[in-house]
């Protein structure tokens, strides 16, 4: 079975940090770019982070710039994102998508073949 599995969400304070994992079974990571994406409630989903095939490439949206890093280990088919700073509007549920090309291109999530189920960050006092 092909599927991507996030962990590493749950609550923390402002300022906090959390890493994320994406891991895959039943496929190999190694040809495909990795998006991170959130979903606040109410709010579209969008995309925060992407990785490129190679781990050279990576990109990130304007709201998390600085404060969240982009990883990946090949080996070990596994992506991960660790978030630092973290703020009230960082509040969401995290996905890891896997697109079948080397570079990430863009967050259009139509061009995302395979997502994990998502796991929730919130950040709260």
């Known amino acids: 079975q092909l599927q991507l599995v996030e962990s590493g969400g749950g609550l923390v304070q402002p300022g906090g940090s959390l890493r994320l994992s994406c891991a895959a079974s039943g496929f190999t990571l190694d040809n495909s770019a990795i998006g991170w994406f959130r979903q606040a409630p109410g709010k579209e989903r969008e995309g925060v982070s992407c990785i490129s095939s190679s781990g050279g490439t990576t990109n990130y949206a304007d709201s998390i710039t600085g404060r969240f890093t982009i990883s990946r280990d090949n080996a070990k088919n596994t992506v991960y994102l660790q978030m630092n700073s973290l703020n009230p509007e960082d509040t969401a549920i995290y996905y890891c998508?896997?697109?079948?090309?080397?570079?990430?291109?863009?967050?259009?999530?139509?061009?995302?073949?395979?997502w994990g189920q998502g796991t929730q960050v919130t950040v709260s006092s």
């Open positions: 998508a896997a697109r079948n090309t080397f570079y990430c291109l863009d967050y259009a999530r139509e061009r995302y073949r395979y």
